[in-house]
């Protein structure tokens, strides 16, 4: 390839400004920060709560003139959370948080290297009416797993990136990471979506 194909395949690579002159298409191949989502949302007066994703789907059916994906609701119904004191027979009510309450008991209970993860965050939310003594026996059983490599969420562009990139570059530093990230997030995102 000549330097003037390189050029002009690179002009017309150019991240176009976020505007609501836009298609729901281009706004989808290019990486966007949340915060210039909610910029555009905010100018074209669609909804801006939400994760990323449905903010991103919102913005692209409305700049097609689509009706809009619904908005999920804004709060969760207050429902009864535990409170102080806790033991290993206290039962996990339905809607339960992952809450300092239950913090404070289980760094207790398993010790000070005890976080939520996602194993955690799921036993609790999804096992109301067991004890607080079988999320305890939960968090022992899953620390093979807890312990592999998991693959970053979709939603976590950045830490994505990064992880792969010092993968890749096991001697790069933090600065040339971001700055690897800026000229990455600059280009269209690949068909596959990444």
């Given at each position: 390839?000549?330097?003037?194909q ?9 991240r176009?400004?976020l ?7 281009e ?17 074209m ?9 449905a903010?991103?789907?919102r913005?692209a059916?409305a700049?097609?003139?689509?009706p ?5 609701d804004?709060r ?12 290993g027979?206290?039962?996990i009510?339905a ?7 239950l913090?404070?008991y289980?760094?207790?209970a398993?010790g000070p290297?005890?976080h939520?993860?996602a ?14 003594a079988d999320a305890?026996a939960h968090?022992?059983a899953?620390r093979p797993?807890?312990a592999?490599?998991?693959e970053i969420?979709?939603?976590?562009e950045?830490?994505r ?9 096991p001697g790069g ?5 971001r ?12 068909p596959?979506?990444g």
């Amino acid at each position: 390839m000549n330097e003037n194909q390189n050029t002009s395949t690179t002009a017309a690579e150019i991240r176009p400004p976020l505007t609501p002159g836009l298609t729901g298409a281009e706004l989808l191949r290019w990486y966007w920060t949340l915060d210039e989502l909610t910029a555009l949302a905010r100018a074209m007066n669609v909804a801006r709560h939400g994760g990323k994703a449905a903010l991103t789907a919102r913005l692209a059916a409305a700049l097609d003139g689509l009706p809009l994906p619904a908005a999920p609701d804004r709060r969760r119904p207050a429902t009864a959370q535990l409170a102080e004191p806790v033991d290993g027979d206290t039962v996990i009510p339905a809607g339960q948080r992952c809450s300092q309450v239950l913090r404070r008991y289980f760094v207790e209970a398993i010790g000070p290297g005890f976080h939520f993860d996602a194993f955690m965050r799921d036993f609790i939310a999804q096992n109301p009416g067991r004890t607080l003594a079988d999320a305890v026996a939960h968090w022992h059983a899953t620390r093979p797993d807890a312990a592999r490599p998991r693959e970053i969420g979709e939603q976590f562009e950045y830490n994505r990136f990064t992880s792969a990139w010092h993968r890749q570059n096991p001697g790069g530093t933090r600065d040339q990471a971001r700055r690897a990230w800026l000229a990455h997030r600059a280009l269209p995102k690949s068909p596959e979506g990444g």
